[in-house]
């Protein structure tokens, strides 16, 4: 496979229900005069139920002695940090923070990536109540609050929501701010050659700080999907959207981005496992669009 490439270059989708990630909160929500109405369902957790093999009466006693396997080892689990400029919570007018987006380098300077699904059956505008806080942490939003204005999708996302095409670009500020000027970008970058070590952050709905985790992404092997995947404990209801960075610089936070948390189970129905659309000639067709 080639190396990764680089990438330095409204519309809003239909409107219908939208659910967001882990399938302990689903969110069925219409966005009606620029106000968000939401009906908010807590899943009952299933009955968990553990079933013990007995030996068959008459059996003989083994007289080989008994091995016993080692454990596999546990996934790692991300921890809660004070956040870095270039990634934040995307609000949801009063329902508060439900998914998580990144600046990216872009030409103009005001986009963000997040996960599709995200935004789907939202209307944007000028009077939006959807809004993104880069760097949000502790009930405090260093730097500032961006209305999302548009957003772009991929033509298959909009016609069927395929899975492999779960990333969305937010157009966010007024007309002329440029947040990419008080936060930094991501580089967004495609065609990564997999696993990758990558650093993944995420906007809990819970808490109001982000967790960020450190493991490989691997190639998720499932027909029909271009997929990766990525085990790490603690990516629960709202890290959806939260960037798959590699080559993170410890003194900006800045890194590359190649995935977003989506796709598969709109990213994962455990909060252990986490999944992303592949960045391959789509996302990369997309943000030529976006940045037009």
Not at 143 to 162: E, T
Request: hydrophobic share 40%.
């Amino acid at each position: 496979m080639s190396s990764p490439r680089r990438l330095t270059e409204s519309t809003s989708p239909s409107r219908s229900p939208f659910a967001l990630r882990r399938g302990s909160l689903l969110i069925a929500g219409v966005a009606v005069g620029g106000l968000l109405a939401a009906v908010i369902v807590l899943a009952q957790p299933a009955a968990l139920a553990a079933a013990h093999g007995s030996a068959s009466p008459g059996a003989s006693p083994s007289l080989s002695p008994t091995v016993t396997p080692s454990p596999s080892p546990s996934p790692p689990t991300a921890v809660s940090f004070k956040g870095t400029p270039a990634v934040g919570a995307v609000f949801f007018g009063k329902l508060g923070h439900l998914c998580t987006a990144a600046v990216v380098d872009s030409p103009h300077g005001n986009l963000a990536i997040t996960a599709a699904h995200c935004i789907q059956g939202l209307r944007l505008g000028s009077h939006s109540s959807v809004f993104f806080a880069p760097g949000y942490h502790d009930g405090k939003s260093p730097y500032g609050r961006w209305i999302v204005r548009s957003a772009f999708v991929d033509a298959s996302w909009k016609r069927r929501q395929d899975a492999n095409d779960d990333f969305a670009f937010l157009v966010v500020g007024r007309a002329g701010q440029r947040i990419q000027k008080r936060t930094g970008g991501e580089k967004l970058v495609t065609d990564v050659k997999l696993p990758q070590a990558a650093e993944v952050i995420g906007y809990p709905s819970a808490t109001k700080r982000p967790v960020k985790c450190d493991a490989p992404a691997k190639r998720f092997r499932k027909k029909g999907y271009h997929q990766m995947v990525f085990d790490c404990g603690g990516f629960t209801n709202g890290t959806s959207g939260g960037p798959f960075l590699m080559h993170v610089s410890r003194k900006t936070g800045r890194g590359d981005v190649f995935g977003v948390i989506g796709g598969y189970q709109q990213g994962g129905d455990t909060a252990s496992i986490s999944y992303s659309a592949l960045f391959e000639h789509n996302i990369a067709e997309l943000f030529k669009r976006a940045s037009a």
